[in-house]
């Protein structure tokens, strides 16, 4: 069933939206309280990374939207390009993470348990096997204890995506902002043309020049923190994996996110460089 948690000022659905599996008898007796708490668990994580992976598609959905105005817009388009590329660094992370949960975790996590089931001699080897099912995609998903330090650096991510998706949307609608003023400009030069004297000049705001200007200085400032800040948490987070404990553990998700050896061969690819920084400046 859908079940809704109590909700906080400023909480959406994404927030609020969870699943409970109504589970009876005699099947509680394999699948108990405790096994239904690591299955909530495991909806919740992905269930945060789905809402993450949604972030950046609606994003890029709204730039296709917009990208027919920025193409008549120099400025605002040079800004953009510098999104698409922090965008595209966010997607590589997200959508290699999910598959690797989806695919190295949960779908190997099944077979292997399809197996177990098969050789299963009585009751109590099913419920044993099933217990090793559930901790074994907690424990890859990085959902225990143990892992908290990582799943914390994984979390902090997810923050900073949701914040570069939000200023984003902040740019995009100044772009629009400054496209709707400058058309209104140039209707009210044109029917001042043809009318002449005889027209009376429409009040408008496409007189204060400085008013999207500054919307777009403090945007691509807060933009350049955002990179500079997400380039430390994904290099923070890179470097756990390589961890001895980990290493192991999560080599198919570190072998995702740098199987061409971008990271390794070079290590300065984990900071965001000086001169990158300089492009943010408006």
């Known amino acids: 069933d859908i079940k809704l948690l109590d909700a906080s000022p400023g909480d959406t659905g994404w927030d609020i939206f969870s699943l409970f599996y109504r589970v009876e008898a005699p099947v509680t007796t394999v699948i108990s309280a405790q096994m239904m708490k690591g299955y909530l668990r495991i909806f919740n994580f992905l269930w945060r990374v789905k809402r993450v992976e949604h972030s950046l598609s609606s994003i890029w959905t709204q730039h296709m939207k917009s990208a027919h105005l920025l193409h008549k817009m120099g400025e605002f388009k040079n800004h953009m390009h510098k999104c698409n590329i922090l965008r595209h660094e966010m997607i590589h992370f997200v959508s290699n993470l999910l598959n690797y949960i989806m695919i190295e975790v949960i779908e190997g996590a099944w077979i292997n348990f399809a197996e177990k089931l098969k050789n299963a001699k009585d009751l109590n080897e099913v419920i044993d096997e099933h217990q090793v099912f559930v901790n074994q995609i907690l424990d890859r998903a990085l959902l225990t204890i143990k892992h908290e330090k990582i799943y ?3 979390i902090k991510i997810f923050d900073l995506i949701f914040r570069f998706k939000y200023t984003q949307e902040m740019l995009l609608t100044a772009a629009q902002e400054e496209y709707q003023r400058k058309m209104d400009k140039e209707n009210n030069d044109e029917m001042k043309r043809m009318l002449g004297e005889d027209y009376e000049e429409v009040e408008d705001d496409y007189k204060d020049e400085n008013v999207t200007s500054v919307i777009t200085k403090e945007t691509m400032s807060h933009l350049q923190f955002i990179w500079k800040d997400y380039k430390d948490a994904f290099g923070e987070f890179f470097t756990l994996l390589k961890d001895d404990e980990l290493a192991s553990k ?12 971008f990271y390794t061969n070079n290590p300065k690819n984990l900071k965001m460089k000086y001169n990158k920084l300089e492009e943010f400046k408006v």
Do not use: C, G, T, V
Not at 252 to 260: P, T, V
């Open 152 to 154: 914390k650096q994984l």
């Open 250 to 261: 999560l080599k198919f998700l570190s072998f995702r996110l740098d199987f061409n050896e």
